[in-house]
């Protein structure tokens, strides 16, 4: 039997229950006896009762038994109905005959109405409702389930319901189903019966209908025999006959369960009465469970009471497993699991809970979806949004309404629609609505819920954000799978509370604030105990003691509170309440008031502890009276010595002191208001006293109380924790740093310093920059020594053995335990600070200026550099790791003992990173980056994760502002936030997007970047301007997007940043970088007023755009609006945030309207993240370098660097140079196809279009490729801004390689033109010629055989024929220019003498590139500027007044300068040639520009056409005469008369090649002599064939293989040498990537040499030295290095041309034999065959008419044809070197097609692959020392030594030009003119080793050439002497990698 109070089969109230306590036992089981025996049928019942045979399977299922049965005579069996459907299709009301209440159960209830109806014991199981759960906890056995659907609603609940059955039950379920359609009244169901036979499984026998309310009993009787018919029909033996006893013995039928004989009757209802006292005390225990929610609900769980007999196991049981007997608190304990189980199901926690897979951070640190609105969520969300609002900081993640899925608005109640007296339904009781439904999660479950299944980290950090949004907190929690008792310790660890004590000393109040971690705390306690059941809300009650304004406790008012609860009961919660220091508080210390949920006096161990622990204790009773339960325990309270305060709830009195310390207070009729303050007024007065004092770390100690510290996890990173604290814990908190972190104080900060100096460099700038660096390696040094103390040893030894998880809280720990070590002394300065601060303003306003002022201001400077040296943290030690790391990697050390331990640390922090750990970006206190540390760090992250892409979010703003806040909140990081200036430089955190969202995006992480504040209280002046300035451009610059954040409504703070902001866009917006931006405006006092708004974004866009135009001006930009910076729009990218706090800390919470802006600006974020493809981390990287880079040079926009575009664009670079040279490629086999028939006369005339034709289908591949590589390319983004103007490039460059081949065709075709005149000739020659060597062959046949008389024969008569046709034609004479030139010179009047001691100098030879031209001057007229320099001093300082206008500092730069116009004293170092620099530059210049317009002129002579004539060089000397005049006129100087000759010397000889090589060419094509000359031996050769008797098919086949062999060895050496070209393109270092590649490697090999004059070439000509080099390594390339691969493609090219020759020759002889033709018809063909590859000379055919068999002229020319092959084969390299096509010249032609600029400081050439490059700046990384170039102090020999990429990072000036009167600062050298603004000349502190070596290892030399000396100012450093020739070509690497 069930015992259930809530069944009216034992028709007592749980009042009732309470009396029977105080029953005897006689009277109970009389009692008892009476309820049994109220009729007949119920004495049957319970001697039925016993034998029914519902049995339970082991699994907890269902399982269907059927009864026997007997004859008619017979009893109808106990019957189990389950009823399933859904809610509303029943009413419940009194009436209803199956029950009366809504409470869906999943227990059997005794049907008191079924039993009154018919006699029979029928217990209902109410499944109501629940066919939404997925597991269904139901362990009893039934007999028939009752599907009720609602008419109307049949065919979709009649599907639903039995689908959820086969699924839930099985398809064998089926038959055991009764479907009933319920009804109202007036209704017809008869279509529903049509409707549901249609549908499969239906059964009318199975079939019934009855009214909703279920109050007709014929139905009811109907629907019982329907159920009791079909148990028959699967069982025939369901009914049981009760036999007759015979002699006393019973029977058993084979499944019949035994029952008790009447004789035992009454020992069972003793059993049974006995049980019932049993029960009744465990009602007492668990009645009013909840002291808030549950006030007269009748327990729910039953107590299974059995007499323990054996063989009679219970009828029914709740739990599959066997349990003892008569045991409540087991009951009660199983009850609660399931009631858990099925609580974490509906929260979808089940799996976290059951398999140990706890919530961990992780799962809500990544960025998902947005979170839902209120309205959307529903239970299966409740869980995430709980979580994703309480890491927001809204306090309503504790209230979250639900929204039920499928539901009604409201219940209609049925008597609403049939009574006709709508008043009768008003009075009607509501029971008889629907009331079946479950009720919603309670909130503090959901809480307690994600409580129990998350690890410890996560519940730290909900913990944490509990106490942040002033909610209490679980001190005591009992484990729902145990009886434990657990203490969350840990996750008290991080709270840290503040408050102020005020006290009152002599008339003044003093306030002291402390600070400190909660755990630490010695504070008093209060705690609140419930004894009973109460009507007044004991948590509301304490809330209005703490916080009047703020539920702290949850309450049964509270919203979504609801009768059902299921982990809260035995929870103590413990808050704090914190004065403010204010008149006001209610009470003047900090206090912990504990709160015990649940009836206090069921759960005694937590009332136990709680009663030992607490300083107050507060009882709440409903009545004092001893006959209550709660008498024993108030009794013992009373007499313990604790302070005592009883709240009775009958009781009206005010409070009355029952003795010391103990106190009696009613509540009846009184307000919670009076009560509230009656028990502060004595709480106040118990504290008052002397007290005992609460620390949350003691619950360790408390026996029976498990501490979730002892986990194993947690204890090993607690050990090593304190292990390390151990160090420190004794230590001055301001010398800790000091002691334990070397490297990051003094030694940091000191390299800092002079690391900033590098770039304000002034006077001797090398010197001085190598007197730093050595400085800074020593520093280096320093820290190295200093970098193993033992702090950091085991710190680190710790972070490399732990495992993640372990090493979470080892870090953890570290920092609590840091914490708690300087809370003391912080606290302490913080007080000091704060008095001082407020004596120094009291003597302000008294405008005192005394010492004591003085002295007081010193000692708060003294106080602020205390605190700052007294906060230490976790970031410290990364920041010691980092500082150690950089020092090692500065010095590259590699020392055994070490390198291995400091080589790893960027790994360690990597490790962090990715789990989620912010890294210190920016060093605060030193205010400077770390870059190797950083750049390693971010390496290290690149190597685990990839390459990812990152959206680099940003955040700035003023300090304290709340930015690390609203991070925090945004996406749950873990910045450090406190008061005053919270973050110290800058930090990065990266945030990664969960899977569902990351296909939305283009990124996979968000990298958080927060920063310190702007306008630092602790920075003054420029010094806070300044660093300022240095963050806002740095990070803007990071940032994809930054967060501007504004707090208050300050104009004048507002305006202060906003100048900083604008400034820093507008310098991104010159270096060509694009971030976006967000305004955030906190703290606005009315966010919801949209006018004040849209006047608030009025005003601010003003602000901006006023801003953008001041920044304008002085970033020199053209720019009126602040949209001209940067896209923005007002309308969206300003948002409006309420105030952080609702009311005033430290007790309020935080504005929940801040929670709704944080979430409506993450949404706003992500919005616009959608959009952008975010940055890799490689690139991320490359920026932190470059932006910092150019900050230290001040001058950002002329510094900036962007590495990452500098890297693609040299990408770029590559691919334009494959691309023209795949064009360049395919345009010369074209040329090399027409050129040979131009050549040849077979073509006359060649059209652009045709070359464009023929040129077409490359061009179209490469443009294809070109589209492909611009829109595919992983830096597309990057690539955009290029694309314009590459595409044009690569069309320009097609352009003009057309036309440059058709200039060249044009040329050949011009010349061959021009010997018309011999071509008319030839033909005659040719048949003239042909027909005397046959003659003479015929007349010598005789002496065929002798090889010497033929050619003696041949030779004499050859002179003759010759002779003879060349009788009218006079012979072309060769030239003699060098007798023409010195005739020339000599018409000038330059004696022979001068010409031959010039001539034989040679000096004329290297004239461009001479180093001195002091020696061509005459002294004359300098003597006169000698003389004015060395005026006496007293003129000098008359000369210097005039110039006072300049300032001293600009003086002071003109002094140590190498300006042009610099003035120096000449007296030191004074120059035996004082001859400028520029004068030496403009003299090279002017004989460069002679040289040019000579050549110009000599070239433009038609001598290839007409022939050369002495004028000629009359012209030139002329010209080069005047020119010299022209260059005199105006200056101070004139050349000798050697100058004039070395330069028309120097002309002639530019000119001689090309003008030989012309001369060669007329010749060539105009006499006849040299023509018919080369035409002997062919003719020899006809001679001879025909002596030894060779017919004509033999003769012409000879001239076919000679013309073939000329054609061949010339095809094969051009395509071989374009062939050896591409290979070396493709394949050779040097030429295969770009221009900047090419330049390095010349310089390297400049260097291997190690010879001074190619340098000089180099230095004056490097177009000329970079040719050289091409030559140099072809002719490396072919003759040694790949001499057998350029061989190769020879032999590959040969085999080529003799296939085709070969195949020509078959085909043209077959397609004569088919079709008929004379031998020019053969030899045309023959020559189309060989088109385009080979082109043959003409033959004339007439010569050859008598060939009629081409059999045998093929075999002839296949005889020939081996010979060619065989001697081809043999064809050397250096005849391809010979050929038209040279590689050298292919090469040079490509690689030389580029930019040769060259810098206006250094003269070091552009190193850009584009010839015009334009808006592309020039640039070049291989800057160099200027004296290298000649410059030199003014008026001394000192050459200069300084590199320009120094000097552009120094304080020194320069003067743009000779007659320039102002001077330019080198940061700002784009100012300067043209020639500057066209350079990117970046500070690179002239790192480059190359130079250095070059100056030291030439040093001799250098002196020598330009006569002048490395002295004074130009004294070379002693550290460059250190660079050894690899140091040097190992920097050319380094620079090109930058």
């Known amino acids: 039997m069930e015992v259930n109070d809530n069944t009216s089969a034992e028709g007592e109230s749980q009042s009732t229950r309470k009396n029977d306590t105080y029953m005897t036992n006689d009277e109970a089981i009389e009692q008892k006896r009476k309820a049994n025996n109220k009729s007949d049928a119920a004495v049957a019942l319970l001697d039925i009762q016993q034998s029914s045979s519902c049995d339970k399977s082991t699994d907890g299922t269902i399982t269907l038994t059927a009864t026997p049965a007997a004859s008619k005579d017979k009893v109808l069996r106990d019957l189990t109905l389950v009823l399933i459907g859904e809610a509303d299709s029943i009413d419940v009301g009194p009436n209803n005959l199956f029950f009366n209440h809504d409470k869906e159960t999943q227990l059997e209830e005794f049907s008191s109405n079924l039993y009154d109806l018919c006699g029979r014991h029928i217990s209902v199981i109410n499944m109501l409702g629940l066919q939404n759960n997925v597991d269904i906890p139901l362990y009893q056995s039934v007999h028939a389930f009752v599907l009720l659907i609602r008419n109307g609603q049949h065919i979709s609940q009649y599907t639903t319901g039995m689908l959820w059955l086969k699924k839930t039950f099985g398809k064998e379920i089926i038959q055991n189903v009764m479907t009933v359609v319920t009804y109202n009244a007036g209704e017809k169901c008869e279509s529903a019966f049509q409707d549901l036979k249609s549908l499969n499984n239906f059964s009318e026998k199975r079939y019934h209908t009855c009214i909703r309310s279920m109050t007709d009993a014929r139905e009811i009787m109907s629907l019982l025999e329907k159920i009791d018919d079909n148990l028959s029909k699967k069982d025939p033996e369901y009914y049981c006959r009760q036999r007759p006893r015979q002699n006393g013995d019973q029977k058993k039928e084979p499944d019949d369960v035994p029952h008790k004989e009447k004789m035992q009757k009454e020992d069972k209802i003793e059993h049974e009465v006995k049980c019932d006292q049993l029960k009744d005390q465990a009602v007492a225990e668990q009645s009013e469970q909840s002291d808030d929610t549950r006030q007269g609900q009748s327990a729910k769980s039953t107590v299974p009471c059995e007499p323990k007999e054996e063989g009679a196991p219970p009828v029914v049981s709740n739990n599959p497993q066997k349990k003892s007997f008569c045991n409540p608190s087991e009951e009660n304990r199983k009850k609660c699991q399931i009631e858990t189980e099925k609580l974490l199901r509906r929260l979808h926690l089940q799996d976290q809970h059951q398999h140990q897979q706890m919530l961990s951070s992780e799962n809500f640190v990544k960025i998902g979806q947005p979170m839902k609105q209120t309205n959307e969520i529903f239970e299966k969300d409740l869980v995430c949004a709980f979580l994703q609002r309480l890491m927001m900081l809204d306090y309503r993640a504790r209230y979250i309404p639900v929204q039920e899925e499928n539901s009604q608005d409201f219940p209609v109640s049925e008597s609403a629609v049939t009574d006709d007296d709508d008043l009768d339904a008003l009075f009607t009781s509501t029971a008889d609505l629907d009331q079946s439904k479950e009720y919603h999660v309670h909130p503090m479950d959901v809480q307690m819920a994600v409580f129990h299944c998350s690890d410890s980290l996560l519940k730290q950090k909900i913990i944490t954000k509990l106490s942040q949004c002033q909610y209490a907190l679980p001190l005591l929690v009992p484990d729902p799978a145990s009886t434990n008792i657990e203490c969350p310790l840990w996750t008290f660890r991080q709270i840290t509370k503040t408050w102020k004590i005020s006290t009152i000393k002599a008339n003044s109040t003093t306030i002291t604030m402390k600070s400190m971690p909660i755990y630490k705390a010695e504070t008093p306690m209060v705690s609140f105990f419930r004894l009973g059941s109460m009507s007044l809300s004991k948590s509301q009650l304490m809330n209005a003691m703490i916080n009047d304004r703020h539920n702290t406790f949850f309450h049964r008012n509270s919203p979504g509170s609801t009768k059902s609860r299921h982990l809260v009961d035995g929870v103590a919660e413990i808050a704090w309440y914190c004065p403010a220091g204010k008149p006001n508080d209610f009470f003047n210390d900090c206090i912990a008031f504990c709160n015990l949920h649940g009836d206090s006096l069921a759960i005694v161990k937590q009332r136990e502890i709680l009663t030992e ?33 009883i709240l009775s709830a009958d009781n009206e009195c005010g409070a009355v002191q029952m003795k010391p310390q103990k106190y009696k207070l009613g509540l009846k009729e009184r307000s919670q208001s009076d009560v509230s303050e009656e028990l502060k007024k004595i709480i106040r007065s118990i504290l008052s006293g002397p007290h005992t004092s609460f620390q949350l770390e003691t619950m360790a100690k408390v026996s029976g109380v498990k501490v979730d510290e002892d986990a194993k996890d947690c204890l090993n990173g607690k050990s090593l924790a304190m292990e390390l604290v151990k160090m420190i814990e004794r230590m001055d908190i301001a010398k800790i740093k000091d002691t334990f972190l070397p490297c990051q104080g003094q030694l940091w900060h000191e390299w800092c310093k002079i690391n900033k100096e590098l770039h304000h460099l002034k006077g001797h700038i090398e010197k001085e920059k190598g007197q730093k660096n050595n400085k800074l390696m020593e520093l280096r040094q320093k820290q190295c020594d200093m970098s193993n103390s033992q702090l950091m040893r085991l710190f680190i030894k710790s972070l490399k053995s732990l495992q993640p998880d372990d090493r979470e809280y080892f870090l953890k720990w570290t920092q609590i335990l840091i914490d708690a070590l300087s809370t003391d002394d912080l606290s302490s300065i913080l007080q000091n600070y704060d008095e001082t601060w407020s004596e120094v303003l009291v003597l302000k306003r008294k405008h005192d200026k005394s010492v004591q002022l003085k002295d007081k201001q010193t000692k708060l400077e003294q106080l602020s550099k205390k605190l700052q040296s007294a906060t230490f943290g976790l970031e410290h030690m990364f920041r010691e790791m980092g500082q150690i790391y950089e020092a090692h990697k500065s010095l590259k050390k590699q020392s055994l003992g070490h390198q291995t331990e400091w080589s790893k640390y960027p790994e360690l922090a990597a490790d962090l990173m990715i789990k989620g750990h912010p890294m210190e970006l920016m060093d605060g206190d030193a205010g400077h980056v770390p870059l190797i540390w950083i750049s390693s760090l971010l390496q290290e992250v690149i190597k685990k994760l990839g390459d990812k892409r990152v959206f680099v979010l940003s955040v700035l703003g003023i300090q304290s502002s709340g930015k690390s806040t609203m991070l925090n909140a945004m996406f749950g990081l873990q910045f450090a936030v406190s008061a005053g200036r919270c973050t110290k430089g800058a930090y990065m955190q990266l945030v990664e997007l969960s899977e569902e969202i990351k296909k939305d995006y283009k990124f996979d992480y968000i990298l958080v970047v927060d920063t310190e504040g702007l306008r630092a209280l602790e920075l003054a002046g420029n010094a806070s301007l300044h660093r300022d300035n240095e963050l806002a451009t740095f990070v803007v610059g990071l940032g994809n997007m930054t967060l501007i954040n504004i707090f208050g409504e300050n104009p004048a703070e507002m305006q202060d940043v906003l100048q900083i902001v604008v400034q820093a866009f507008m310098r991104m917006k010159k270096v060509k970088l694009s971030p976006s931006c967000v305004f955030v405006h906190q703290n606005v006092t009315d966010i919801g007023a949209a006018e004040k708004n849209m006047d608030g974004k009025r005003r601010l866009q003003e602000k901006l755009d006023k801003m953008a135009q001041l920044a304008a001006k002085e970033e020199v930009c053209d720019v009126e609006c602040f949209s001209d910076v940067i896209a923005f729009d007002v309308q969206k990218d300003v948002k409006y945030f309420a105030q952080l706090w609702e009311g005033s800390p430290p007790m309020a919470p935080p504005n ?151 200039r060249k065709l044009d040329e050949v075709i011009h010349q061959n033109n021009a010997r018309k005149k011999l071509d008319n000739k030839k033909t005659e020659f040719e048949n003239k010629l042909f027909q005397k060597s046959k003659e003479l062959a015929h007349e010598l046949k005789c002496i065929a055989g002798d090889e010497e008389d033929l050619k003696a024969q041949f030779n004499t008569v050859w002179g003759t024929w010759v002779k003879e046709l060349t009788s009218d034609t006079k012979p072309i004479e060769d030239i003699n220019l060098e007798e023409d030139q010195l005739i020339v010179l000599v018409d000038l009047g330059v004696e022979y003498g001068l010409i031959d001691e010039s001539i034989n100098s040679m000096k004329y030879k290297c004239l461009s590139e001479t180093g001195n031209y002091f020696g061509y001057i005459t002294q004359r007229k300098y003597q006169k500027l000698c003389d004015e320099t060395q005026q006496p001093q007293e003129k000098k300082k008359e000369a210097d007044k005039g110039k006072q206008t300049k300032s ?105 090649s090309w003008l030989l090589h012309s001369y060669k060419l007329y010749k060539e094509n105009n006499d006849v002599l040299t023509y018919l000359n080369n035409k002997k031996s062919e003719y020899y050769n006809i001679f001879r064939s025909f002596c030894k008797g060779s017919s004509s098919a033999v003769v012409l086949g000879e001239m076919i293989c000679k013309n073939l062999k000329v054609s061949a060895v010339e095809a094969v050496s051009n395509k071989t040498a374009v062939d050896i070209a591409g290979e070396m393109m493709c394949n050779f270092p040097a030429f295969s990537e770009n221009r900047l590649n090419l330049e390095k490697h010349v310089l390297a090999s400049l260097a291997e040499k190690e010879n001074f004059n190619s340098f000089i070439t180099y230095i004056r000509n490097p177009r000329k030295q970079v040719e050289a080099f091409i030559k140099e390594e072809v002719k490396k390339y072919m003759f040694t290095a790949q001499k057998g691969n350029a061989q190769a493609i020879l032999k590959k090219n040969t085999e080529d041309i003799t296939r085709l020759i070969s195949q020509a020759l078959f085909d043209v002889t077959e397609k004569l034999k088919k079709k008929k033709g004379d031998t020019e018809t053969w030899v045309k063909e023959f020559s189309s065959k060989l088109e385009p590859n080979l082109t043959l000379d003409t033959i004339s055919s007439q010569n050859f008419t008598d060939i009629n068999n081409f059999d045998f002229l093929k075999e002839e020319i296949e005889k020939g044809l081996k010979l060619i092959i065989k001697e081809m084969s043999s064809l050397s390299l250096n005849e391809v070197n010979d050929c038209r096509q040279k590689p050298e010249q292919i090469l040079i032609d490509q690689l030389c097609n580029c930019c040769w600029e060259r810098c206006p400081l250094c003269a070091a050439v552009c190193t850009n692959t584009l010839k015009d490059h334009s808006p592309g700046k020039h640039s070049v990384p291989f800057h160099r020392p200027s004296g290298i170039e000649g410059w030199h102090v003014r008026g001394k020999v000192d050459l200069v030594i300084d590199f320009c990429t120094t000097l552009v990072a120094s304080d020194r000036s320069f003067y743009p030009d000779s007659d320039s009167e102002v001077a330019v600062p080198y940061k700002q050298y784009p100012t300067a003119g043209e020639k500057y603004a066209s350079w990117r000349i970046t500070a690179d502190a002239s790192m480059l080793a190359y130079w250095k070596w070059f100056v030291c290892h030439f040093q001799t030399d250098l002196e020598n050439y330009y006569e002048l000396k490395f002295q004074g100012h130009g004294e070379i450093p002693q550290e460059w002497k250190q660079f050894s020739k690899e140091d040097a070509i190992e920097s050319l690497n380094e620079m090109c990698s930058l």
Request: aromatic fraction near 12%; include cysteine; hydrophobic fraction near 35%.
């Open 1448 to 1552: 001293f500092m600009a003086y002071f730069q003109e002094w140590i300068g190498m300006a042009p116009t610099t003035q120096q004293h000449v007296e030191e170092h004074k120059s035996k040639n004082p001859f400028e620099y520029e004068e030496q530059e403009r003299i090279r210049s002017f004989i460069k520009n002679v040289e040019k317009e000579c050549l110009e002129s000599m070239k433009s002579k038609p001598i290839a056409t007409r022939g050369y004539s002495a004028t000629y060089l009359q012209e030139l000397a002329k010209t080069i005469k005047q020119k010299v005049s022209e260059f005199e006129s105006g200056r101070k100087f004139t050349f000798k008369k050697e100058f004039t000759v070395d330069l028309s010397l120097y002309v002639f000889y530019r000119a001689e």
């Open 613 to 645: 622990m607490s300083s107050v204790i507060v009882v709440l009773v409903p009545t004092l009276d001893k006959s209550q339960g709660s008498s024993e325990v108030i009794s013992m309270l009373y007499k313990s010595s604790k302070p005592l305060i």
């Open 1152 to 1302: 929940p309207g801040y929670s709704e802006s944080v979430q409506e600006l993450k949404t706003i974020i992500l919005s616009k993240a959608s959009r952008s493809k975010g940055i890799t981390l490689s690139h991320f990287n490359t920026k932190v370098q470059d932006l910092w880079n150019a900050l230290m040079n001040e001058h950002f926009v002329f510094s900036f660097k962007n590495t990452q575009e500098i890297a693609v664009y040299r990408k770029l670079e590559v691919q334009y140079g494959n691309w023209t040279w795949a064009l360049r490629s395919e345009m010369l086999i074209i040329e090399n196809q027409l050129y040979p028939k131009i050549e040849k006369g077979q073509l006359d005339k060649v059209e652009l279009s045709y070359l464009s034709k023929e040129i077409s289908k490359r061009y179209k591949e490469i443009t294809q490729a070109i589209v492909a590589y611009f829109e595919d390319d992983k830096d597309k983004e990057m690539l955009v801004q290029w694309r314009g103007r590459f595409e044009s490039k690569i069309k320009e460059f097609h352009e003009e390689l057309v036309r440059g081949v058709k």
